[in-house]
T-cell receptor
Framework: DSGVTQTPKHLITATGQRVTLRCSPR?????VYWYQQSLDQGLQFLIQ???????AKGNILERFSAQQFPDLHSELNLSSLELGDSALYFC?????????????FGPGTRLLVL | DAKTTQPNSMESNEEEPVHLPCNHS???????IHWYRQLPSQGPEYVIH???SNVNNRMASLAIAEDRKSSTLILHRATLRDAAVYYC?????????????????FGQGTILTVHP
């Protein structure tokens, strides 16, 4: 158990819909990262937040957005869903912003878009 | 980010040592070598990291070549629970530039199969 929790574990929805994925980081971790894992693209970094502020963006689509709340939990919002958005979405947290050697990953949310 | 090259797959027998290689010929002087692994149906988990010297922890050992252009993750006695995808990742702790700060760049990794 990494200490990072993600809800829900599974999500099935239809194209065009909007969903919200939730992540609670390890106690004391200020940095939260979101990753997407699909069969064809592998594990890809989407976005990072540190203490409520966006710090880095990766290959995140404009239809996707995220935020980190004052209690440090984070939400990833996916809208206008397409079949290709079906993937595993992982959240990770770490203590420091810069150079942190270890990121702790949650169990992931499996999204299926039909 | 500097690129790493790993074999697509490797096999081992239980209780035998496993040596997982990684080539990183374009590594910079400030890049740390990190290893993560992903067990089936789980999120990635940190294994070990190092800069220049060999490193040991309770999970594994990391052997780094003198020129740092390659490294080897060593599992001293493989168990069935070690069957996973192993990722070798280079990280610059300075993480200069807003788009690269802190992220992990995963390649395809090595699928390790452990036979009983």
């Amino acid at each position: 158990d990494s200490g990072v929790t993600q809800t829900p574990k599974h999500l099935i929805t239809a194209t065009g819909q909007r969903v919200t994925l939730r992540c609670s980081p390890r106690s004391g971790d200020l940095s939260v990262y979101w990753y997407q894992q699909s069969l064809d693209q592998g594990l890809q970094f989407l976005i990072q937040y540190y203490n409520g502020e966006e710090r880095a963006k990766g290959n995140i689509l404009e239809r996707f957005s995220a935020q980190q709340f004052p209690d440090l939990h984070s939400e990833l919002n996916l809208s206008s869903l397409e079949l290709g958005d079906s993937a595993l979405y992982f959240c990770a947290s770490s203590v420091e912003l810069a150079g942190a050697p270890t990121q702790y990953f949650g169990p992931g949310t499996r999204l299926l878009v039909l | 980010d500097a690129k790493t090259t790993q074999p697509n797959s490797m096999e081992s027998n239980e209780e035998e040592p496993v040596h997982l290689p990684c080539n990183h010929s374009t590594i910079s002087g400030t890049d740390y070598i990190h290893w993560y692994r992903q067990l089936p149906s789980q999120g990635p988990e940190y294994v070990i990291h190092g800069l220049t010297s060999n490193v040991n922890n309770r999970m594994a050992s990391l052997a780094i070549a003198e020129d740092r252009k390659s490294s080897t993750l060593i599992l001293h006695r493989a168990t069935l629970r070690d069957a996973a995808v192993y990722y070798c990742i280079l990280r610059d702790p300075r993480s200069a530039g807003g788009t690269s700060y802190g992220k992990l760049t995963f390649g395809q990794g090595t699928i390790l199969t452990v036979h009983p």
